[in-house]
């Protein structure tokens, strides 16, 4: 699984540092949807995040009240369900899920624990991305705005991308 990840990763061209919305603009340019992101008050205890399918394009709810890198890792578990195109379940359209027009959603992925193989999987994906931006962070000179100095720093094995 990682070797997949870590594949269909290099093929969109992103560099560090890793900004999760573009991640999510060129994973929906590539599967031709968009990936919209919400924040959200989700009440306590329940989930940290959502992916909500609707007619128009997949929404990712994240939990708002918590700090950024933790925002990054609720939406990339979610994406970390797009990339292993796990099913979620129809919708019940009296429970719906805050900031989704009524009759909007089609299918939601929510889980509260990680006591099954597809949320291990969406955890391992949310863990191999940020571990490989915080990584590349800290030990990569940054990229050098002059095209011949860039050219230099890749001649030098200056290596950005995915681990």
Do not use: F
């Given at each position: 699984m990682?070797r997949?990840?870590?594949?269909?990763?290099?093929?969109?061209?992103?560099?560090?540092?890793?900004?999760?919305?573009?991640?999510?603009k060129?994973?929906?340019?590539?599967?031709g949807r968009?990936i919209?992101?919400?924040?959200?008050?989700?009440?306590?205890?329940?989930?940290?995040?959502?992916?909500?399918?609707?007619?128009?394009?997949?929404v990712?709810?994240?939990?708002?009240?918590?700090?950024?890198?933790h925002q990054?890792?609720?939406?990339?578990?979610?994406?970390g369900?797009?990339?292993?195109?796990h099913?979620g379940?129809?919708?019940?359209?009296?429970?719906?899920?805050?900031?989704?027009?009524?009759?909007?959603a089609?299918?939601?992925?929510?889980?509260?624990?990680?006591?099954?193989q597809?949320?291990?999987?969406?955890?391992?994906?949310?863990?191999?991305?940020?571990?490989w931006?915080?990584?590349?962070?800290?030990?990569?000179?940054?990229?050098?705005?002059?095209?011949?100095?860039?050219?230099?720093?890749?001649?030098?094995g200056?290596?950005?991308?995915?681990l």
């Amino acid at each position: 699984m990682e070797r997949r990840l870590r594949q269909e990763l290099r093929e969109l061209g992103i560099q560090p540092p890793l900004d999760v919305a573009a991640l999510c603009k060129a994973l929906g340019t590539k599967w031709g949807r968009d990936i919209e992101l919400q924040p959200a008050p989700l009440p306590q205890p329940g989930p940290l995040g959502l992916l909500v399918e609707t007619p128009e394009a997949d929404v990712i709810l994240y939990q708002e009240e918590t700090t950024r890198l933790h925002q990054d890792h609720i939406i990339l578990h979610e994406i970390g369900h797009m990339l292993a195109h796990h099913e979620g379940g129809s919708v019940d359209p009296d429970a719906m899920v805050p900031r989704v027009e009524p009759g909007g959603a089609h299918k939601v992925l929510r889980r509260c624990s990680y006591d099954d193989q597809k949320e291990c999987d969406a955890e391992l994906v949310a863990t191999i991305i940020l571990e490989w931006a915080l990584v590349l962070d800290n030990v990569t000179a940054p990229l050098s705005a002059d095209p011949s100095v860039r050219q230099v720093q890749a001649a030098l094995g200056d290596y950005r991308g995915w681990l």
